[in-house]
């Protein structure tokens, strides 16, 4: 089975940064990202990047955050900097199966809270 382990979410103050880490073990992904969801709103793409390389990024991050992977780690990472207080949300992992299109699996989720 897949399975994703997030970490690196946490408190921090305005202009500050983090940096999220997605380990996916199980398969090989086409594609690994991250959504957020905060409260009151629906999810959304953060950022995603295929295995060739290719990234994209939702504008409200684009300049402060960058997506990356390690593919003999299966890792995906998130780095955060000049965080808002309306990056606030529950950020998670999503991976696509490389031989299998539409098929994706989902992290529980990590919190990020940006507050003074």
């Known amino acids: 089975q897949v399975q994703l382990v997030e970490s690196g979410g946490g408190l921090v103050q305005p202009g500050g940064s983090l940096r999220l880490s997605c380990v996916a073990s199980?398969?090989?992904?086409?594609?690994m990202g991250w959504y957020r969801q905060a409260p009151g709103k629906q999810r959304e793409l953060v950022a995603a990047i295929t295995l060739g390389g290719s990234t994209n990024y939702a504008d409200s991050v684009k300049g402060r955050f960058t997506i990356s992977r390690d593919n003999a780690k299966n890792t995906v990472y998130l780095q955060m900097n000049s965080l808002k207080p309306e990056d606030t949300a529950v950020y998670y992992c999503?991976?696509?199966?490389?031989?299998?299109?539409?098929?994706?699996?989902w992290g529980k989720g990590t919190l990020v809270t940006v507050s003074s």
């Open positions: 199980g398969s090989i992904f086409r594609r």
């Open positions: 999503n991976v696509e199966l490389l031989f299998v299109d539409g098929m994706d699996y």
